[in-house]
């Protein structure tokens, strides 16, 4: 397939930056793929760092940018942000959309190996490769400045993709994170179907497991609420923090009271995140 | 009835504030209403000011709060916003989802006096008494301090529930508000829909004709993008521009170069109107 040509669908003006959203053909999923990027004002007189944002379940390309309410600051700070959807769309896989939890909307940015999912759910190598080659070609984007952070099981996500890929990303952080997949339901559930029964093939997509085996991150910045439904059975992240105290890795995790899963927790928590990777990428 | 009992949807923290949903049976419209609340941390030690936001066609309740991005700054200046369900639903009038300039989600904030719309689109009658006077009973709100703005057909609710009211509301403005229905295809689909082909019936509910015959306002804010789809043939600020001028009624109207309709252009002035209104309201 040749290099992606990037098609443009909308394009909203938004604090004096844009927000854009896109449609390509993705090699590395096999069909078509869709991101949204923001391009703060900065963009238009040179190159600014680039923060990818992962989302969770059920999510798209667009719920950031209509709920995160992150512009504003990001155009202070003059970050761009990517934002990918949640998984290939629309691949013919017998019932993709069946379940919320697997298949569409839920690819869990890890690359699938197991039928019938593994040529097209390759989120990992989307995200981590194809996509921000697509950026680095098409944006004035400072390739050598990337952050990444994301919310649940892009909250996950953000983490896998930095601890893979030590010294990568310059900047990484989390909202209400599933923290150790392989131990819980949801993880348990996307593991077994995209990586089969093997649990060790699962550690090596297990964020608290990687931290467990030495793999390290720039100091992390995890928010919880406390009132979060998914915190005791899906999330916890009690055992991200055990796994960061014996490894030595730098993690500032903050249980806010009161607040519970949705976008209203992470816009309230959007500034000390987007500052937290401005004084990494934009030092 | 009975005064309305308020039933509560959903809460969230936000902003060290809350926003909650609620329905409840309504004397005025003859059925159940729904509208949201940001409660901003302020409200837990006394009342604070009330900001009215009026939303446009299509969208409801939620719409605000889930793009204006307006929590940040409402928290900090200790506004209290309160968002109306944009019509009736579910009201059993024929074909009420049908079209999307009239019936559900285009109530228009007007009284109808036309069959079968008279008995329950009423949004004029709930905005200005029955949503109020919930709103002093349930909530910590200064009552004497209120404040209205909105976007669209939203944009000119707030203006003619201002004019319709002088003295009532300390502060107004308004984002691409339509704004003399009597002369674009949107507000005469709808005036004839609900007040009939009288024109002078018309004329008591069209912002520019109530300036025009000498109705007041406060100082008037109004933002318009310029790469609004609608400004053309729909929003025409320019009338209200013209009857602002002959009239006296001061009036900020800023053209925003680039901007579309969307809540990407609201979000983005947000920070303007809200001080505007804080201004007026929290002196």
Known sequence: MAASTLRLATEHRCFGGTVAYYRHDSEVCGGEMRF???LPPQAKAGKVPVLYYLSGLTCTEETFQIKAGAHRLAAELGLMLVVPDTSPRDTGIPNE??????????????????APWAPRFRMFSYVTRELPELVGRSFPARMDREGIFGHS???HGALVCALRQPGRY????????ISAPLRCPWGQKAFRTYLGADVDA????????????????????VDQGTSDKFLVEQLKPELLREACEQSG????????DGYDHGYYFVSTFMEDHLRHHAAALTA
């Open 153 to 155: 099981m892009g909250g």
């Open 249 to 256: 890795q730098p993690l500032t995790l903050r249980f806010q």
């Open 170 to 177: 310059r900047s990484v952080s989390a909202f209400a994170p």
């Open 36 to 38: 949204s990027v923001f």
């Open 97 to 114: 959309n069946a379940d919320w939890e697997v298949g569409t909307a839920a690819g869990f940015y890890l690359d699938a190996t197991q």
């Open 202 to 221: 699962g550690k090596a997509w297990d964020a608290t497991e990687l931290v467990r085996s030495g793999a390290r991150l720039p100091p992390l910045l």
